[in-house]
Protein backbone atom coordinates (compact mmCIF):
# COMPACT_ATOMS: atom_id res chain seq x y z
CA UNK A 1 0.00 0.00 0.00
CA UNK A 2 1.41 3.56 -0.67
CA UNK A 3 1.86 6.53 2.06
CA UNK A 4 -1.16 8.60 2.35
CA UNK A 5 -0.87 11.85 0.01
CA UNK A 6 -0.27 15.23 2.31
CA UNK A 7 -3.70 15.93 2.63
CA UNK A 8 -3.77 19.28 0.95
CA UNK A 9 -2.53 17.26 -2.24
CA UNK A 10 -5.47 14.42 -1.92
CA UNK A 11 -7.83 16.84 -1.52
CA UNK A 12 -7.15 18.42 -4.20
CA UNK A 13 -7.38 15.88 -5.88
CA UNK A 14 -10.26 14.85 -4.68
CA UNK A 15 -12.04 18.31 -5.70
CA UNK A 16 -11.16 17.77 -9.47
CA UNK A 17 -12.74 14.05 -9.36
CA UNK A 18 -15.79 15.20 -7.80
CA UNK A 19 -18.67 13.91 -9.48
CA UNK A 20 -16.67 12.06 -11.40
CA UNK A 21 -17.61 7.64 -11.83
CA UNK A 22 -14.55 6.81 -10.02
CA UNK A 23 -15.02 9.42 -7.06
CA UNK A 24 -18.58 8.20 -6.50
CA UNK A 25 -17.11 4.73 -6.76
CA UNK A 26 -14.48 5.87 -4.16
CA UNK A 27 -16.89 7.38 -2.00
CA UNK A 28 -19.35 4.20 -1.71
CA UNK A 29 -16.50 2.47 -0.44
CA UNK A 30 -15.53 4.71 2.31
CA UNK A 31 -13.83 7.33 0.72
CA UNK A 32 -13.75 10.90 2.57
CA UNK A 33 -11.77 13.98 1.21
CA UNK A 34 -8.05 13.89 2.25
CA UNK A 35 -8.21 10.40 3.78
CA UNK A 36 -6.76 7.11 2.25
CA UNK A 37 -9.57 3.98 1.54
CA UNK A 38 -9.87 0.99 3.75
CA UNK A 39 -10.34 0.57 7.83
CA UNK A 40 -7.59 2.75 8.73
CA UNK A 41 -7.35 4.96 6.00
CA UNK A 42 -4.31 4.06 5.28
CA UNK A 43 -5.05 2.72 1.46
CA UNK A 44 -5.41 4.93 -1.62
CA UNK A 45 -6.51 8.33 -1.35
CA UNK A 46 -7.36 8.89 -5.16
CA UNK A 47 -8.20 6.90 -8.19
CA UNK A 48 -5.96 5.50 -10.57
CA UNK A 49 -5.43 7.08 -13.67
CA UNK A 50 -4.68 6.06 -17.14
CA UNK A 51 -2.44 7.44 -19.63
CA UNK A 52 -3.85 6.70 -23.18
CA UNK A 53 -1.02 4.70 -25.21
CA UNK A 54 -2.67 5.07 -28.68
CA UNK A 55 -6.30 5.64 -30.10
CA UNK A 56 -8.09 2.76 -28.42
CA UNK A 57 -5.83 1.38 -25.84
CA UNK A 58 -3.71 3.02 -22.26
CA UNK A 59 -2.29 1.99 -19.43
CA UNK A 60 -2.62 1.84 -15.88
CA UNK A 61 0.04 4.85 -14.11
CA UNK A 62 1.22 3.49 -11.01
CA UNK A 63 0.03 5.16 -7.66
CA UNK A 64 4.11 6.49 -7.15
CA UNK A 65 3.53 8.48 -10.57
CA UNK A 66 -0.01 9.87 -9.73
CA UNK A 67 1.70 10.93 -6.36
CA UNK A 68 4.66 12.27 -7.93
CA UNK A 69 2.44 13.86 -10.41
CA UNK A 70 0.07 15.52 -7.76
CA UNK A 71 2.97 16.43 -5.98
CA UNK A 72 4.08 18.40 -8.80
CA UNK A 73 1.32 19.81 -9.60
CA UNK A 74 1.23 21.23 -5.39
CA UNK A 75 4.82 22.36 -5.73
CA UNK A 76 3.51 24.62 -9.19
CA UNK A 77 0.44 26.19 -7.49
CA UNK A 78 2.94 27.24 -4.49
CA UNK A 79 5.21 28.89 -6.67
CA UNK A 80 2.87 30.84 -8.85
CA UNK A 81 1.23 31.62 -5.16
CA UNK A 82 5.13 32.67 -3.84
CA UNK A 83 5.92 34.52 -7.68
CA UNK A 84 2.91 36.76 -7.56
CA UNK A 85 3.77 37.61 -3.79
CA UNK A 86 7.43 38.43 -5.10
CA UNK A 87 5.39 40.74 -7.70
CA UNK A 88 3.79 42.71 -5.26
CA UNK A 89 6.71 43.58 -2.91
CA UNK A 90 7.01 47.04 -4.55
CA UNK A 91 3.64 48.55 -6.32
CA UNK A 92 3.81 51.44 -8.38
CA UNK A 93 0.80 53.45 -10.67
CA UNK A 94 2.87 51.73 -13.91
CA UNK A 95 2.73 48.09 -14.93
CA UNK A 96 4.98 46.77 -18.06
CA UNK A 97 3.25 43.69 -19.89
CA UNK A 98 6.00 41.77 -21.81
CA UNK A 99 5.64 38.77 -23.92
CA UNK A 100 1.83 40.00 -24.93
CA UNK A 101 3.02 40.21 -28.52
CA UNK A 102 6.30 39.44 -30.40
CA UNK A 103 8.94 41.57 -32.89
CA UNK A 104 6.53 42.52 -36.42
CA UNK A 105 3.32 42.15 -33.91
CA UNK A 106 2.56 45.40 -33.00
CA UNK A 107 0.14 46.62 -35.34
CA UNK A 108 -2.23 50.23 -34.94
CA UNK A 109 -4.41 48.85 -32.67
CA UNK A 110 -2.92 47.01 -30.02
CA UNK A 111 -2.28 50.36 -27.82
CA UNK A 112 -6.24 51.44 -28.27
CA UNK A 113 -6.78 47.36 -27.20
CA UNK A 114 -5.05 47.34 -24.23
CA UNK A 115 -5.49 50.84 -22.75
CA UNK A 116 -8.95 49.32 -23.35
CA UNK A 117 -8.82 46.40 -21.58
CA UNK A 118 -6.89 47.53 -18.23
CA UNK A 119 -9.40 50.70 -18.03
CA UNK A 120 -11.44 47.52 -16.86
CA UNK A 121 -9.40 47.92 -13.16
CA UNK A 122 -9.25 51.87 -13.60
CA UNK A 123 -8.33 55.10 -15.14
CA UNK A 124 -5.72 54.48 -17.21
CA UNK A 125 -3.56 57.58 -18.24
CA UNK A 126 -1.27 56.40 -20.31
CA UNK A 127 -0.50 53.65 -22.08
CA UNK A 128 3.13 53.51 -24.04
CA UNK A 129 4.70 50.64 -26.56
CA UNK A 130 8.31 49.87 -26.33
CA UNK A 131 10.34 47.76 -28.56
CA UNK A 132 13.74 46.63 -27.34
CA UNK A 133 16.40 45.09 -29.72
CA UNK A 134 18.90 42.33 -28.84
CA UNK A 135 16.92 40.76 -26.44
CA UNK A 136 14.68 37.57 -26.69
CA UNK A 137 11.85 37.51 -28.32
CA UNK A 138 9.66 37.03 -25.16
CA UNK A 139 11.38 40.37 -24.23
CA UNK A 140 11.32 42.48 -27.25
CA UNK A 141 7.79 44.33 -26.95
CA UNK A 142 7.26 45.96 -23.83
CA UNK A 143 3.66 47.81 -22.97
CA UNK A 144 3.89 49.94 -20.20
CA UNK A 145 0.28 51.11 -18.29
CA UNK A 146 0.67 54.49 -16.35
CA UNK A 147 -2.45 54.21 -14.04
CA UNK A 148 -4.41 56.66 -12.05
CA UNK A 149 -4.35 54.69 -8.85
CA UNK A 150 -2.25 52.53 -7.47
CA UNK A 151 -5.08 50.02 -6.70
CA UNK A 152 -5.95 50.08 -10.07
CA UNK A 153 -2.39 48.75 -11.22
CA UNK A 154 -2.13 46.11 -8.45
CA UNK A 155 -5.72 44.40 -10.06
CA UNK A 156 -4.19 44.54 -13.48
CA UNK A 157 -1.04 43.29 -12.59
CA UNK A 158 -2.61 40.34 -11.04
CA UNK A 159 -5.02 39.79 -13.32
CA UNK A 160 -3.13 39.80 -16.12
CA UNK A 161 0.23 38.24 -15.09
CA UNK A 162 0.13 34.71 -16.61
CA UNK A 163 -2.54 35.40 -18.46
CA UNK A 164 -2.61 33.97 -22.16
CA UNK A 165 -3.11 36.51 -24.96
CA UNK A 166 -2.62 34.98 -28.59
CA UNK A 167 -0.79 31.83 -27.69
CA UNK A 168 1.86 33.75 -25.87
CA UNK A 169 2.14 33.85 -21.63
CA UNK A 170 1.59 37.46 -20.54
CA UNK A 171 4.38 38.68 -18.31
CA UNK A 172 3.42 41.65 -15.58
CA UNK A 173 5.55 43.24 -13.55
CA UNK A 174 5.51 47.27 -11.59
CA UNK A 175 7.97 49.95 -13.60
CA UNK A 176 9.41 52.40 -11.95
CA UNK A 177 7.25 56.03 -12.26
CA UNK A 178 10.21 57.98 -12.76
CA UNK A 179 11.86 55.87 -15.20
CA UNK A 180 8.74 55.68 -16.88
CA UNK A 181 7.98 59.40 -16.97
CA UNK A 182 11.85 59.87 -18.22
CA UNK A 183 11.63 57.76 -21.23
CA UNK A 184 13.91 55.28 -19.39
CA UNK A 185 11.93 51.95 -20.76
CA UNK A 186 14.83 49.61 -21.15
CA UNK A 187 16.00 48.96 -17.94
CA UNK A 188 15.97 45.21 -16.97
CA UNK A 189 13.06 43.55 -15.36
CA UNK A 190 13.77 41.45 -13.20
CA UNK A 191 10.24 39.62 -12.18
Known sequence: MSPPLPSAVGTQFARNLAGSVAHKIMAKYGFKEGLGLGKDNK???????????????????SSEQIEQQLEEEYKKEQQEKKSVTDLLKNPTKVICLRNMVGPGEVDDDLEAETKEECSKYGSVNKCLIFEMHGVTEDEAIRIFIEFDRMESAIKSLVDMNGRFFGGRTVKASFYDVEKFKSFQLSDPITT
Open 43 to 61: GMSHALQIEKTSKRGGKII
